[in-house]
């Protein structure tokens, strides 16, 4: 494991834990450099950098994602890890809304049903613990 590895490894499993575990076996069999990639670049580099705060740039992810439109997926994901970091329901839901505006009545619509579902599993989650 090479710095950047470890430390985007950290950061990843800080926003999710066990997430770099789980995306490096999501892509084992197919492509194992796509995750490597994926956890130097945006989590070993990008997300190290001063500046943003990790809660803010959570936030900054979830607008992107949603505003993007074809994201669900990965949209869920930073939802739960933005409340993993701190970050409120009515936090993640603002940001969602404000995309109504830059992105569309439907971007907003699929980002914030995508945010319903992952309140609620996120909640399920803290209720079990």
């Known amino acids: 494991m090479n710095d950047r590895y470890q ?8 926003l999710e834990p066990n997430g770099a575990e789980g995306l490096m076996e999501a892509f084992a069999d197919v492509c194992p450099d796509l995750a490597k990639y994926t956890i130097e670049y945006p989590f070993g580099d990008v997300l190290q950098r001063d500046g943003l705060d990790f809660k803010t740039r959570e936030l900054v992810t979830i607008g992107a994602l ?14 739960v ?3 993993n970091l701190g970050c409120s329901e009515k936090e993640i839901s603002e940001v969602i809304l404000q995309m109504s505006v830059y992105a569309g009545f439907p971007a907003a619509i699929n980002g914030m049903t995508v945010a319903k579902a992952a309140f609620a599993e996120f909640r399920n989650k803290q209720e079990a613990q």
């Open 7 to 14: 430390r985007g490894y950290n950061k990843l499993n800080e």
């Open 66 to 79: 949603t505003a993007m439109g074809n994201c669900q997926p990965q949209l869920h994901g930073h939802i």
């Open 81 to 83: 890890g933005a409340l």
